[in-house]
């Protein structure tokens, strides 16, 4: 195998390494590198009083490493999420209405999506929907097999943290830098995106009784965000990181054209077309986190700590509070612990905590139930790797949330299977 291969099906595998194991070698020439990697999984649960087979994050992933002059590699990655274990919808049963094929829910998403040029003087430089660099300090604690990610921001409004930048972010540029030392590395990320969503904004009574404000599509949106992260990975004992991460977006509530319906009547009539507004304000996350060991279900110890603050990153149950919208500023924690032993670290007890809580005084106040969010739940979990692509596993969450947030969360037991391409 010549060099300008075997170095891009290195990167192939190390671009793989963080969602999956392994990476398949589809076609290799002297000029490019195509691969694909991803995995199955699925679980049965049993919460909310029932118990069903449910998908977990399966997904499959293409990349294509092209090497290129003086030590550049380039290429892209796509991966899609697939929820496969089942096609059955739920059915309308009204006269003669039928589900449409809109009303299906999809089976085939976009998790990401982006090319990038690789460099080992200077550094990673990425453009399209990727992880964003917040997550290089929360996927630390990112690694259960059926919850998890719910304290930490990295989801925000609960999503995949497309618009927010702090998940899989939308339409991102991002540059990561690596510097290593005797005593271990560091990295630093920063990214960069704009307008990547618009802003679906209602304000009942703000014209007068009986009225309410819509903000014309494209007038309201997510715009302008910006992202930055370091991390420091120590050669002490079996390994210790700490690092910290920021993500702000600016959200762009503005318009001249704003439009006003009367509610006092069904359906609401149109009566202002011209009605001028400006509420901009701004989503912001920070996080720091720690771990201690080589890696989750790596042989012996790992454990890991994040927390984080953030403005109007989480969103309350609809209809959980009266007056203002459901945004909410919030503080919480993560962890996650995990034991392995045995023949090929075939053994692994894991377990640990989301903590979420409101820290908003004006959202507080306005809540029908409770003084504040809170969602608490403590996990544990065992994994039986039964070879190097096979893994089954138990995982059962405590639930201690409060009456705001227990609509959405519950105690569940759960055993799965993932299979690793």
């Not at 917040?134 to 609960?158: H, P």
């Not at 904004?201 to 007068?208: L, T």
């Not at 995982?395 to 949330?401: C, K, L, P, T």
Request: aromatic share 16%.
């Amino acid at each position: 195998m010549n060099k300008k291969l075997r170095r891009s099906l290195l990167l192939a595998v190390t671009a793989a390494a963080t969602s999956s194991a392994y990476a398949v070698p589809i076609y290799q020439s002297n000029q490019v590198t195509l691969y694909m990697e991803g995995y199955f999984t699925a679980h049965m649960v049993n919460t909310f009083g029932d118990t069903q087979m449910q998908d977990g994050a399966s997904r499959i992933r293409f990349g294509l490493n092209i090497p290129a002059y003086d030590l550049w590699d380039t290429g892209f990655n796509v991966e899609w999420g697939i929820a496969a274990i089942s096609s059955a919808q739920d059915l309308l049963i009204q006269g003669d209405q039928q589900v449409s094929p809109a009303d299906r829910n999809q089976s085939f998403y976009l998790r990401q999506g982006h090319a990038f040029a690789k460099h080992p003087k200077w550094g990673d430089f990425s453009a399209g929907k990727q992880w964003g660099v917040y997550y290089e300090v929360t996927y630390i604690t990112d690694w259960y097999n059926v919850s998890g990610g719910l304290a930490s921001g990295t989801y925000g409004l609960n999503t995949d943290g497309g618009a927010t930048g702090t998940g899989r972010a939308d339409s991102a540029l991002a540059w990561r830098k690596k510097w290593e030392f005797d005593a271990g590395e560091f990295k630093i990320g920063v990214q960069y995106a704009s307008h990547v969503a618009d802003l679906a904004i209602s304000v009942d009574d703000i014209a007068g009784p009986d009225t309410r404000l819509v903000c014309p599509r494209g007038d309201c949106e997510y715009g302008i965000s910006h992202g930055i992260a370091a991390v420091y990975r120590a050669d002490i004992g079996d390994g210790f990181f700490i690092g910290a991460a920021y993500n702000r977006v600016k959200l762009d509530i503005a318009s001249q054209d704003g439009l006003i319906f009367d509610t006092s009547v069904t359906p609401p009539v149109l009566i202002r077309d011209d009605f001028a507004f400006n509420a901009s304000s701004n989503i912001w996350t920070t996080a720091v986190g720690t771990y201690y060991g080589k890696e989750a279900f790596a042989k012996g110890f790992y454990g890991a700590f994040v927390y984080q603050r953030s403005q109007n990153n989480q969103l309350a149950p609809i209809g959980s509070v009266t007056g203002i919208t459901n945004f909410f500023d919030a503080r919480g924690s993560e962890s996650f612990l995990s034991y392995t032993w045995g023949a090929d670290n075939c053994y692994s007890f894991y377990g640990g905590h989301n903590y979420l809580e409101s820290d908003d005084p004006e959202f507080n106040a306005a809540l029908l139930d409770a003084d504040k969010y809170r969602l608490e739940q403590y996990y544990l979990g065992f994994q039986y790797r039964w070879n190097e692509r096979v893994r089954i596993y138990f995982e059962n969450a405590f639930d201690g949330s409060n009456a705001v947030a227990s609509p959405d969360y519950d105690s569940f037991n759960a055993i799965g299977i993932r299979i690793d391409i």
